[in-house]
């Protein structure tokens, strides 16, 4: 009875090992396919592209020329090169009869990721309308909750001296998911990004994912780093009730911060060409509406495929740029 025991916990022993072993072959694997297929980038952008920010939790290099390449494989996505100006915007040019301001806000599809300054839908508005001073605050991976924070702690006053014009945010659906603190988003590189969190029907602000749940981000920075994070928590295609209503406060409050400091200005949510689940551009536009907050819908206006995006990569090319400036300039007076 004894060495029956014995021989079953040496089984059990020997079948525990056999599946850690399994595990680390499977890892090691996904690591290799990684390797071999994932996106690589060149250019001094990897570096300075994504320094530690205090509120924003990163951001690009101010005063630098940023370049950088994709390549998949033996195949060149694209290389592009992104100037900024001294307050780490993409720069635009200078409107000497310029009496009011653009403000735009949102991600690497308005930062305008994979195409080179004067290509972008932004100063390709800024040559459209002469009478608006365009800014571009967007950057790659950003979502409403850096919005906010700039509006927040950025001093923007300071830096945009018109009194009155548009500030816009180009809303995409991922954005929804980055807002809340999405398991994909954490696992990646939205780990130092700031977080705003519904307390007591209240935003509150978290510096980054750590100050907000330190296990959870822990928890899924292990599974970013084997490699698991996208089989158990792929990026979602519908977003929950309560990760809607988290991003139109938050764009909500980005609103208020805006008007508190351009009370002639215009605050307004740009709901973005995309493929994506139908009902929640809906429940979102109901929301921000019954918040107050203005809406310029043309995510139906076109897919996002070729010819309108970079193949191989997803971001606007030169011509989903000039298409975006088109709809974008038929609202702004």
Excluded at 3 to 9: A, N, T, V
Excluded at 146 to 169: D, M, N, P, W
Excluded at 214 to 229: D, E, I, S
Aim: a neutral charge.
């Amino acid at each position: 009875m004894q060495r029956s025991g014995k021989q079953f916990q040496f089984r059990l022993i020997a079948l525990l090992l056999g599946l850690l072993l399994g595990l680390i072959l499977a890892i090691l694997a996904l690591w290799h396919y990684k390797a071999k297929h994932a996106p690589h980038f060149f250019g001094n952008y990897v570096i300075e592209g994504f320094q530690l920010h205090p509120y924003l939790g990163y951001a690009p290099k101010p005063s630098s020329t940023l370049n950088s390449c994709k390549i998949i494989e033996t195949d060149t996505i694209y290389c592009a090169q992104y100037i900024l100006d001294k307050s780490g915007r993409r720069q635009m040019p200078m409107s000497d009869s310029a009496i009011a301001h653009l403000m735009f806000f949102g991600c690497s599809y308005t930062y305008g990721e994979g195409v080179n300054n004067t290509e972008t839908f932004t100063h390709l508005l800024a040559h459209t309308l002469p009478n608006y001073q365009v800014y571009n605050y967007a950057y790659s991976g950003y979502g409403p909750q850096q919005t906010l924070a700039k509006l927040e702690f950025g001093h923007i006053a300071s830096k945009v001296s018109q009194l009155r014009g548009y500030c816009v945010y180009m809303l995409l659906p991922e954005h929804i998911s980055r807002a809340a603190g999405a398991p994909y988003y954490i696992q990646g590189w939205g780990t130092s990004s700031p977080h705003y969190a519904m307390q007591a029907d209240s935003l509150v602000y978290f510096p980054n994912h750590k100050a907000w749940r330190p296990t959870y981000v822990a928890f899924q920075r292990f599974l970013g780093w084997c490699g698991l994070g996208s089989f158990v928590y792929p990026p979602p295609k519908t977003y929950t009730h309560q990760e809607v209503d988290l991003t139109v406060a938050i764009l909500k409050e980005a609103q208020a911060r805006y008007l508190a400091l351009y009370p002639e200005g215009h605050f307004v949510v740009a709901l973005s060409p995309a493929i994506s689940n139908e009902e929640n551009f809906v429940e979102i536009t109901n929301a921000l509406t019954k918040q107050g907050v203005s809406i310029w819908d043309f995510h139906s206006a076109f897919h996002l495929h070729s010819p309108w995006v970079i193949s191989g990569d997803g971001h606007l090319s030169t011509k989903g740029h000039q298409e975006v400036a088109k709809l974008l300039s038929s609202y702004i007076q």
